[in-house]
Nanobody, 124 residues
Framework: QVQLVESGGGLVQPGGSLRLSCAASGRTFSNYAMAWFRQAPGKERGFVAGISRSGGIRSYADSVKGRFTISRDNAKNTVSLQMNNLKPEDTAVYYC?????????????????WGQGTQVTVSS
């Protein structure tokens, strides 16, 4: 089992920044590719960003490319999502997820473990 706990969500104005963090415990963190997904009200949960086991491969949804950066620290068992130039359409609950794949995949069904989510609201 892998336990994932997200933090760092909140209310921010358009154009602002937030940094989400996900702390993992349980099995060996470096054995898992990690990703962030998000779900807005009335919409399906969708892929935001993913990172490979070693951190050498990163993948982003087109809607966040150039604004969001995913990173991981295998020594601290954490994965982070730096979100800059936030837009109202980024408003959602953000989830951290872990997958035994070597590289991140975009398919929600591939992920074995999920956090409880953290709310991000972008509004003036």
């Amino acid at each position: 089992q892998v336990q994932l706990v997200e933090s760092g969500g909140g209310l921010v104005q358009p154009g602002g920044s937030l940094r989400l963090s996900c702390a993992a415990s349980g099995r060996t963190f470096s054995n898992y590719a990690m990703a962030w997904f998000r779900q807005a009200p009335g919409k399906e949960r969708g892929f935001v960003a993913g990172i490979s086991r070693s951190g050498g491969i990163r993948s982003y949804a087109d809607s966040v490319k150039g604004r969001f950066t995913i990173s991981r620290d295998n020594a601290k068992n954490t994965v982070s999502l730096q979100m800059n130039n936030l837009k109202p359409e980024d408003t959602a609950v953000y989830y951290c997820a872990a997958d035994l794949s070597i590289t991140p995949v975009r398919s929600l069904g591939s992920y074995d473990y999920w956090g409880q989510g953290t709310q991000v609201t972008v509004s003036s």
